[in-house]
Nanobody
Framework: QVQLVESGGGLVQAGGSLRLSCAAS????????MGWFRQAPGKERMFVAA????????YYADSVKGRFTISRDNAKNTAFLQMNSLKPEDTAVYYC????????????????WGQGTQVTVSS
């Protein structure tokens, strides 16, 4: 089992920035690809970004490309999502996920999920 705990959400004005963190415990963090997903009210959960286990490869949804950056620190068992130039449409609950396969993570979500952190962007 991998336990994931997100933090860093909050209320920010449009154009502002937030940095989300996902702290992992349990199994060897560096064996897992990590990803971020989000779910807005009344909408399905959608893929935001993913990073390979080594950190060498990153992937982004078109809607966040150029504004969000995913990263990880394997020594600290933590993944991050730096969100810049935030827009009201970025408002959602953001979830951290882990999977042994980057492809699986991007295609269908992870084997392990955090509880989510709320991000609200005001106009």
């Amino acid at each position: 089992q991998v336990q994931l705990v997100e933090s860093g959400g909050g209320l920010v004005q449009a154009g502002g920035s937030l940095r989300l963190s996902c702290a992992a415990s349990g199994r060897t963090f560096s064996n897992y690809a990590m990803g971020w997903f989000r779910q807005a009210p009344g909408k399905e959960r959608m893929f935001v970004a993913a990073i390979s286990s080594s950190g060498s490869f990153t992937y982004y949804a078109d809607s966040v490309k150029g504004r969000f950056t995913i990263s990880r620190d394997n020594a600290k068992n933590t993944a991050f999502l730096q969100m810049n130039s935030l827009k009201p449409e970025d408002t959602a609950v953001y979830y951290c996920a882990a999977d042994g396969s980057t492809w699986n993570l991007r295609a269908s979500g992870g084997d392990f999920w955090g509880q989510g952190t709320q991000v609200t962007v005001s106009s």
